[in-house]
Structure formats: C-alpha cells, structure tokens
C-alpha cells in the first residue's frame, strides 16, 4: 500500500519512515514524506516521495490527498511552547492545516464514490489534558486544556471522529506520553529538562534540574512512541467503539525514580552531574501537567509501554545516544 | 451596555431580546440582533440594531465585533438534524462562524490595546457527549459527540476556552438540556415528539409517540434556559476555574413521567390523545442520548432548574401556549 508520514522531518517522524519500510506486516509500496522542511528518505529501495511545503496551505492538503495513500501519519505540529507564543501560527498549523487535511480526504472520498477511506494515524498529546485531575486520567476523563496547542490537538481529535463517523476516513488519535530520551540539544520546552538531565549526564556534561524531584509524569521511549504508530496502522478500527481518542501507556515516574535509574544503567558518578536549579516559570507549567493514566483500554488494545524508565534510558543509549557515550556507559557499567 | 445577539430571529433568541432588555441589572444601552433572517426588535425604547446576515461570512463577524459590544450572546446554529444532513453547512455555521467570530473579537481587542474584551455567552448542548454513559454525566466527563453538531459545539467551546484564558474574550459556554415545551408547529428533529406529546395533547390534537415511554432524557423550559443566558452574563467568570463549559441542571423524567404530568395539569382526557407509533429510526437516535446529569458545579454558580416536568407544562401554558389553549387547560384542572 501505499503511506504517508506528514511531519517527517522531525524526531519521530524520521524514525517512523525508517521502521515504516522494514515493517513487512504492512506491505508498503511507494513512501510520501511530507514537512515544511524536506524530509529524508529513509534506506530503503521503495519509491519514496520527499515532498516540501507548508501544511497551512490547503493546497499542500489537496496535494497529499492527491496520491490517495491508504495510510496516512499526521505529526505535524507547531509545538506547544511556540503555539503559545505565537498564537496565530498555532491556530494555523495545528488546527486549520488539520482541517484542510480533511477536507481535502473527503473531498477524494467524493471522488472516488466512496471507495478510497484512508486509514489516519494522528498524534495527540496528553496536553488536551488540564487540572484538577483524578489519580490517573481514564479514558472517561474530559479534555479541558491548558495550553493553545492542547485545545488545537483536542479539537482536530473531534474533527477526526466526527469524519470518521461519517466514513470519510478511518481515524485514530493517539495520546502520546511525553516523549524521552530526545537525543540531540535541549530546546526550549518546558519539557525539555525531562531528557536533559539523562542525555547530559550520559555524555559527562552538567544538567540542570529546574523542579523538584517529587515531580511526576508520563513517559514513552522515542522507539515505544513509534511503535505505537505502527501498531494503530494494523489496528481494527470497529474495536475503538466510536471513541477514537486513546491515552496511551507510559511509565508514571518522579523525577527522583527518573535520577535512581540512570544510577542503575550509568553509576553515581554519573547521576552527581545533575544540579538542581529551580526556575518558578517551568515549576509553574509543569505543575499543571497530568501525572498518570490508566491507559486499560488502549493496553487491551495491544498497546505496551516501556517496562520502566530503565528501559527508557537502554533505548536511548541503543537508539540515539553518540558511540562516545555509549561505549562509556557500557564500560561504566561493567567497572 | 452593548449587547448583542446572534441568532437573535429564533426561539429563544427572540425571548432573549425581551427579557434583556428588561433586565435592570443588565443595564443595556443598545441592542443589536443578528441573524440570517431579519430579527424582530423586541418592545422598548432602547435603540435596537436588526442585522441580516450569514454567519459564515466573516465580514459578518467583523460587523459584529467592529460595534465592540460588551456583551455577546452566541445563539447561532445549524440544528443537529440539519448539521448531520448537510455536511459542509454544519461545519461552516456551527465551527468556521464560531471561530470566524473570535478572530473579530481578537482583531478588536487588540485594535484597543487590550482594553476590549467582551463577555461572551455560546448556547453549547448535551450534544456534545456520547455513550457509553455513566449513571450521571458529572463536569469531568469527556465530550465524545455522536453527531456533527455535538463535534461543533465542543470545538466551539474548546475555541472559546482557549480565547479566554488568553484574554481576548471572557467566554462561557452553557450545555443546554433539551428545550421543551417548544411553541409552534412539529419539526424534523428527533427530539420534536418530547414537545408534541405536550403540546398536541393541550391543543386537542392526536400526538404520535415513537419511543417507548421508559425513555428518559434532561429537559429545561424556555423561560429558565433564557433566564440561564442572563444569569451568565452577570456571572463573575473567576468562578468558573479555568474550566468554561458547564452542563447545567434540568429535570430528568421519563416519558411516562412526562406524561403523568400532563394528566396531573390537563387530565386524563388529554393524555388519551397521546397515541404509541414506535420508530425504528428514532429510537435509535434516542438510545444514544443522555438521561441524567450532576449538574452540582453549575448549581453551586447560581443556575436553578425547573422544580420538575409539571412546572414545565405550566410555563408553557403562561409563556407560550395559544389562548384557546390556555382557557380550555384551566376549565380542564378545575372541573
């Protein structure tokens, strides 16, 4: 068949474009990499497409329809703190580039007198969640979010149920965990500290830890978040029961459970490099973020998490991390 | 003041207009009413605006927001039947003239430099929730609409949320229970029989059930849901945490509650004329809609139900009935 990745210049979306042609299950026949930068095809022999353009444009929407892929991936997204930040680019990308995609599905669906239904993958966040939260947020808890990209990412989960329903599409939206350990430079999330004060220590650099290490939240290893992309493209849709937002599993940690593994994986001499620097704007964001989930249904649904943040930081070292600093940890490890 | 109504030429936009103008508290200077038919002014000597528009046009938001009134009731709507018949209509009323309407109001706020930031009711619905149901749908439980309607209006208000907590408007959005008893004629709803066994049985005429009369549903009369769009205008909107959808109390009954009523206000005579017709089709539409709310955060601000379905009948004899009707009802309860 035939896919599409939207969003396929960034962390995960790279990632998935690779795993997306080994994964024989899903017969892949012709890849469409889509961002606002150019994609890189992944390795592999299957004609891909690398198409560059701006997902605010309806015309890029028509475009990607165009090709009527089976199997569409939609990660693109203006990330939470630039949609706050800038209000009107959010609105554009996250909400108004979603609603051209569809648009521009339906109107292929039209066309084709109803034959063409492409299967959409798309990535939400657990931001479409705000306070006051339960002990963890089941799949009956309301969406009330707290940021503009949580309310964009919320409303396009409404927009692809409601085209789905109408069999427009065939839509899922996944709830992503934070997603830990980003290789690469911190950024300026909010977020960002979380894979911080594992990625640095790990190459004998200094992090910072702005909240305390009581803190706790929800986590999936950059491998695990991709995993569940592919697993949802295989997924029968008729078992969601009309409900096509899921929370995924993660591993609930504090930040102290977070520092105590990458003893275990790395040593003390490693975890010394953490300093705790507390900074009242991160304290104040992060204390308005979700902690836990029961995520039952989704896990019946086949979807597994990380068996612990352990796990985590092994899928770093294994998947991202710089020869450098794997080959010391491993050393670290056997001293 | 300035205020202004938008889908001011419907049912209770119109007893909306009247009573506000007649509401000391409010203080209205100036009156605008908008719709896409021309609006009745209602009886007063404070200076009214009838404006006739579509609502999908922006230039219509534009005219709107450009009187910078301080107070906005957002009453307009595709109804569910209709947004679920004609796709892009629904979509283009019930979500783009929503947000076409924020941006005018955000182009004006800043155009102030921020001083300008209305007050803004959204007439939202119990739409916006799908089954499966707990006993009671409680202010934490998720909106996972069933119809197209129900996917508008909880994108409206998660817009509106967002807007808010930005401070460009102070919106609230408030989920209607079904209002009933509606004056006038049947219409293509399938809520419309829960007015008609009222209605018709009053006016002599035969009415058609379709539903078995253990169906229960949430039910508001016209005169209390006007009187819930004025207690929100004075609502200070801190109360409301951050949280800016509230599901509002009503009266959950049966249909043989229902009907039990009518014979306790008109007797049994008229509840003869109420005649069973079961309806596939609406039967099943009605099988996914809600029974019973804790409306408990709504109540602890101030909102009041009915006291129960006779009163229902009542307002409707005193506010809407014709008076052949009215006469006939009170030599009926006093024979």
């Given at each position: 068949?035939?896919?599409?990745?939207?969003?396929?210049?960034?962390?995960?979306?790279?990632?998935?474009?690779?795993?997306?042609?080994?994964?024989?299950?899903?017969?892949?026949?012709?890849?469409?990499?889509?961002?606002?930068?150019?994609?890189?095809?992944?390795?592999?022999?299957?004609?891909?497409?690398?198409?560059?353009?701006?997902?605010?444009?309806?015309?890029?929407?028509?475009?990607?329809?165009?090709?009527?892929?089976?199997?569409?991936?939609?990660?693109?997204?203006?990330?939470?703190?630039?949609?706050?930040?800038?209000?009107?680019?959010?609105?554009?990308?996250?909400?108004?580039?979603?609603?051209?995609?569809?648009?521009?599905?339906?109107?292929?669906?039209?066309?084709?007198?109803?034959?063409?239904?492409?299967?959409?993958?798309?990535?939400?966040?657990?931001?479409?969640?705000?306070?006051?939260?339960?002990?963890?947020?089941?799949?009956?808890?309301?969406?009330?979010?707290?940021?503009?990209?949580g309310a964009q990412k919320a409303m396009t989960e409404l927009a692809l149920a409601d085209y789905s329903r109408k069999g427009f599409?065939?839509?899922?939206?996944?709830?992503?965990?934070?997603?830990?350990?980003?290789?690469?430079?911190?950024?300026?999330?909010?977020?960002?500290?979380?894979?911080?004060?594992?990625?640095?220590?790990?190459?004998?650099?200094?992090?910072?830890?702005?909240?305390?290490?009581?803190?706790?939240?929800?986590?999936?290893?950059?491998?695990?978040?991709?995993?569940?992309?592919?697993?949802?493209?295989?997924?029968?849709?008729?078992?969601?029961?009309?409900?096509?937002?899921?929370?995924?599993?993660?591993?609930?940690?504090?930040?102290?459970?977070?520092?105590?593994?990458?003893?275990?994986?790395?040593?003390?001499?490693?975890?010394?490099?953490?300093?705790?620097?507390?900074?009242?704007?991160?304290?104040?964001?992060?204390?308005?973020?979700?902690?836990?989930?029961?995520?039952?249904?989704?896990?019946?649904?086949?979807?597994?998490?990380?068996?612990?943040?352990?796990?985590?930081?092994?899928?770093?070292?294994?998947?991202?991390?710089?020869?450098?600093?794997?080959?010391?940890?491993?050393?670290?490890?056997?001293?």
């Open positions: 068949m035939r896919a599409t990745i939207i969003g396929a210049a960034g962390m995960l979306g790279a990632k998935l474009a690779q795993q997306i042609v080994n994964a024989s299950n899903l017969n892949i026949e012709a890849l469409t990499l889509q961002d606002v930068l150019l994609p890189k095809a992944p390795d592999t022999t299957i004609p891909c497409n690398c198409m560059r353009g701006s997902f605010t444009e309806p015309e890029q929407a028509k475009a990607i329809a165009a090709e009527r892929p089976e199997l569409i991936f939609h990660l693109a997204a203006i990330v939470s703190g630039e949609a706050e930040k800038d209000f009107e680019k959010g609105w554009a990308i996250n909400l108004h580039g979603s609603l051209h995609l569809l648009e521009a599905l339906r109107a292929q669906h039209l066309a084709s007198g109803g034959s063409y239904r492409p299967k959409v993958i798309f990535t939400s966040s657990i931001a479409v969640f705000g306070g006051p939260f339960p002990d963890a947020i089941d799949d009956d808890f309301l969406a009330a979010p707290q940021t503009s990209y599409v065939d839509g899922v939206s996944l709830r992503m965990p934070t997603v830990v350990v980003r290789p690469g430079l911190p950024n300026a999330a909010a977020s960002s500290f979380f894979s911080g004060i594992i990625r640095e220590p790990l190459a004998g650099i200094e992090a910072l830890l702005p909240v305390d290490d009581n803190v706790r939240h929800w986590f999936v290893s950059p491998r695990t978040a991709t995993g569940f992309l592919l697993h949802a493209a295989s997924l029968d849709s008729a078992k969601l029961a009309g409900r096509r937002s899921l929370n995924l599993p993660g591993v609930s940690c504090t930040v102290a459970e977070q520092i105590q593994a990458l003893a275990g994986v790395a040593g003390e001499k490693c975890t010394a490099l953490i300093r705790a620097q507390p900074d009242a704007a991160i304290i104040k964001i992060i204390a308005q973020w979700p902690e836990r989930f029961d995520a039952s249904k989704a896990e019946a649904l086949g979807f597994v998490a990380d068996a612990n943040f352990e796990q985590i930081i092994r899928v770093y070292l294994e998947d991202d991390a710089p020869e450098a600093v794997r080959q010391a940890t491993a050393k670290e490890s056997t001293a």
